[in-house]
């Protein structure tokens, strides 16, 4: 059960009380996980008395344990429940013990009061690709392309060759060269060459990563030279791709492309319509709130470098040669605050919309959620987080807002429903300020 104690502004604290037989029968859960999973010398698995297994992980694990998967379950349920969209929360829990009730108390921002402009007649400009029969043919003669074939010939390189190199030197290697989409100044090097000619190609200067490489040249052997062979547009080269007839291959083709450019054009009205929203909005929005969007983007932008090996001490450096730290910055600042009014005209549009998303569906959606990235739900649920979860049932209602109000305008063909991952989830969860972890997202106050 859940207690609003106070609202000012977009500060709010509420209480949250979880009757004792619900903490009684987390405890009961977490208990059975640890007969299960934790091995105890001298007794059968599941066997071990509480007390054993409680010495081998520590009283205190238990009571985490029964603590955060009771925090997962109802902080979230408890801001549904007093329809409030936090942004952040910081969750102070209480002494947790079995028979006994166990309650916590919230301290969260909310978001700012916003105000839509009239949406209701608005015309969507975006459309969805043309797929004419020059795209069918340019789109078979693509396939027709990425299927060919190569066979070795004696004569000078032309402009479709596949060329074999060798490259000179202690750090050479050997490896094929498709003129047709190969750089110019490779190209040219090449053509009307023939194999066994050793060829110098001076490559041009240019930057590659954080690196500016000056022009040099580069000295290689023609090891071999093919000839690119297309096959022909019949019945049969239809069923070296497992498709009956060349008809049949046409008549898929297209369907898949009519099913792509239908959802490009929904995809397109979507963005034109929130952009809609965003441009007549009004809100007041809190300079933390962009301060936190933007630091989520740049811990993001750090952690896409770090798994690229790249220290973001040594980007910044880089950037700081070049002249672009600056732009670098603006850039974030801008893109953060895009998404963080993208966040509240959608917050809105689902309050207008009065949009509701039950336990029982919102529970389904995890589950799906979790079977698509081989997890169970309760797994899901902690790696998420109290914050998490809170966060991507916010966009799972936002979702739904968009999906309602271009149902209203008549331009959502309703081919294109975007699939939750774990990813998106995730993101979701960081994009409103939430922790890594459950561990990060439950702040406990001392």
């Known amino acids: 059960m859940a207690e609003l104690i106070s609202r000012e502004g977009n500060k709010v604290e509420f209480k949250v009380a979880v009757p004792a037989a619900e903490v009684t029968r987390a405890y009961e859960q977490v ?9 105890v010398p001298g007794f059968r698995p599941g066997k071990a008395p509480r007390k054993v297994i409680e010495g081998r992980v520590g009283k205190g694990y238990v009571e985490q344990e029964v603590r955060d998967r009771l925090l997962q379950v109802h902080y979230p349920q408890a801001a549904r429940e007093l329809k409030l969209s936090l942004v952040d929360a910081t969750i102070d829990p209480q002494d947790i013990a ?3 009730d166990f309650t916590f108390n919230v301290r969260g921002e909310t978001y700012p009061d916003v105000t839509l402009g009239d949406w209701s007649s608005v015309t969507l400009e975006a459309t ?12 078979l003669r693509d396939l027709q392309e990425r299927n060919a074939t190569f066979e070795s010939v004696d004569r000078a390189i032309e402009a479709s060759d596949q060329v074999t190199i060798e ?9 094929p060269v498709y003129l047709d989409v190969a750089e110019a100044h490779v190209r040219d090097a090449l053509l009307g060459k023939n194999k066994g000619d050793t060829v110098e190609i001076t490559v041009p200067a240019h930057q590659h990563g954080d690196h500016e490489h000056p022009e040099h040249t580069v000295t290689v052997k023609i090891v071999d030279v093919k000839t690119k062979q297309l096959q022909e547009l019949n019945d049969e080269f239809a069923a070296s791709l497992n498709f009956e007839s060349l008809e049949r291959l046409r008549t898929d083709l297209k369907n898949e492309l ?23 909005m009004q809100a007041d929005i809190p300079q933390a709130l962009l301060d936190r ?3 989520a983007m740049m811990q993001e932008i750090q952690d896409d470098l770090s798994r690229q090996g790249v220290k973001w ?3 910044e450096s880089f950037m700081k040669e070049q002249g672009k730290l600056d732009e670098f910055m603006a850039d974030l600042n801008k893109n953060a605050e895009t998404r963080v009014k993208r966040d509240l005209a959608l917050e809105k549009l689902a309050e207008d919309l009065k949009v509701q998303v039950s336990d029982a569906e919102f529970n389904q959606t995890m589950t799906m959620l ?29 979702e739904r807002a968009l999906q309602q109000a271009l149902a209203k305008l008549g331009t959502q063909s309703g081919g294109a429903q975007p699939e939750a991952t774990q990813t998106e989830a995730q993101s979701a969860a960081e994009q409103e300020g939430a922790g890594q972890d459950a561990g990060e997202e439950t702040k406990t106050e001392e």
């Open 31 to 39: 208990w059975a996980g640890l007969a299960r999973d934790v091995r």
């Open 98 to 100: 079995s028979g006994q």
């Open 128 to 139: 969805s690709p043309e797929i004419t029969d020059d795209v069918l043919e340019r789109t």
């Open 167 to 175: 490259e000179q030197g202690e750090e050479g290697g050997t490896y």
């Open 258 to 280: 009519m099913r792509r450019a239908e959802q490009e054009g929904d995809t397109a009205r979507r963005e034109e319509f929130v952009a809609h929203l965003t441009e007549h």
């Open 293 to 295: 969007r933007r630091e």
């Open 313 to 315: 001490s040594e980007y």
């Open 370 to 398: 979790a079977q698509a990235n081989g997890m169970t739900p309760q797994a899901l649920s902690k790696q998420l987080g109290p914050n998490g979860i809170n966060a991507y049932y916010t966009s799972v209602v936002r």
